[in-house]
């Protein structure tokens, strides 16, 4: 009774072995997906942008309460000893001042990788007759059919 019990257990924890080496999922169609094709140096960028994200606001969320709170404790708590006040302030003006930078940089990336995306969205040419890229009259008139183009005689048959 207990092995039966125990092999239940481990079948339900591990992955089935042998032939069985498949997981019964079910899927479902998305439908149509759009895909940007992208150079090797936007993607880099990409890679560049995503790191620094949020960098300089967890440090200015981390240097201004710092700040805040030895503000608080150093005017309301009595130190004599300038030796153990003196670091205390120190620290104390590094972390506004540092809170203050981390801050304004952070205030100045934000949107920075928003406004990439939607310029390597922009650059993408939509297919013919797609919504935002639609032909006149005039161009399709201009556009050759497939049946004109495998008659029409290759570069090199020209030749």
């Known amino acids: 009774m207990a092995k039966t019990i125990l092999r239940s257990a481990l079948e339900l924890l591990t992955m089935p072995q042998g032939g069985d080496d498949f ?19 936007d993607f880099d960028r990409i890679g560049d ?9 967890a440090f200015a969320t981390a240097c201004i309460p710092v700040a805040l709170t030895l503000t608080v404790a150093l005017t309301t708590v009595i130190i004599d000893s ?54 006149g009259p005039a161009e399709s008139q201009q556009l050759q059919s ?4 495998s008659s029409a005689p290759s570069p090199e048959e020209k030749v």
Request: charged letters at 25%; hydrophobic letters at 45%.
């Open 23 to 41: 997981l019964p999922l079910k899927r479902y169609r998305l439908g149509q997906l759009p895909t940007y094709e992208i150079l090797a140096k």
């Open 49 to 57: 942008e995503a790191q620094s994200i949020g960098t300089a606001f």
């Open 82 to 135: 300038w030796k153990v006040k003196s670091p205390f302030m120190v620290l104390m003006f590094v972390c506004y001042i540092l809170g203050l930078y981390f801050s304004v940089l952070a205030f100045r990336q934000r949107g920075r990788l928003t406004k990439f995306m939607q310029a390597i969205r922009d650059s993408q040419v939509a297919p013919l007759g797609e919504k935002g890229d639609e032909i």
């Open 146 to 149: 497939e049946a004109a183009d």
